[in-house]
């Protein structure tokens, strides 16, 4: 049986997406009653802070962001426009989500664990999703991915591209 392109990019995308669900229930989630969220549509701008915690939505015209900090004690960074749609959730101490949606792209950002980043920048009717575990990083934009740290995600549906890192395991 010959595999295409296509199957591998859906498959790849399964598995990264599958990890960032996996990453959520392993590494949990700050306090739900502290969360810090920001959410705006059609040319708004949203941002809040409380205490050290902080998130900023910023939308363009057709497009939406969504940003959430629930840890107190972190930041959340979603900006989309031109259609797109942006999510960035910061559940991570001293840790950062930044997502991006242009073009009619979605991002999707997430932090597990405290002392991480994570980028998505979806692009050009595309989706991308970083997940970033403990004091590591997940970054999938324009310009490639990324798995850093001992546990990380990433997938790119424009490109094809991903990685995936979990200790010693990694492949990209």
């Known amino acids: 049986m010959r595999f295409g392109s ?9 598995v990264a997406v599958a990890a960032a669900f996996g990453l959520t229930s392993l590494a ?12 705006a549509d059609n040319n708004q701008r949203v941002e809040r802070a409380n205490g050290q915690s902080h998130c900023i939505a ?12 629930s840890t107190n004690n972190g930041a959340a960074l979603a900006v989309a426009t031109t259609r797109g749609t942006a999510t960035a959730q910061n559940n991570g101490v001293n840790s950062s989500a930044l997502a991006s949606g242009i073009y009619g792209g979605n991002g999707y950002a997430y932090t597990m664990g405290p ?52 200790g010693e395991i990694y492949l990209h």
Request: proline share 1%; hydrophobic share 35%.
């Open 6 to 14: 296509w199957f591998i990019r859906v498959f790849f995308g399964s």
């Open 28 to 39: 949990g989630g700050g306090d739900a009653g502290a969360a810090t969220h920001c959410s």
């Open 58 to 69: 910023n939308a363009g015209p057709g497009s939406r962001a969504t940003a959430e900090d």
């Open 115 to 166: 002392y991480s980043t994570s980028v998505a920048q979806g692009r050009n009717s595309g989706t991308t999703v970083a997940v970033s575990g403990a004091a590591g990083g997940a970054f999938a934009t324009s310009d490639g991915v990324a798995c850093l740290g001992s546990m990380a995600a990433t997938y790119d549906s424009t490109t094809g591209r991903g990685c995936f890192r979990w």
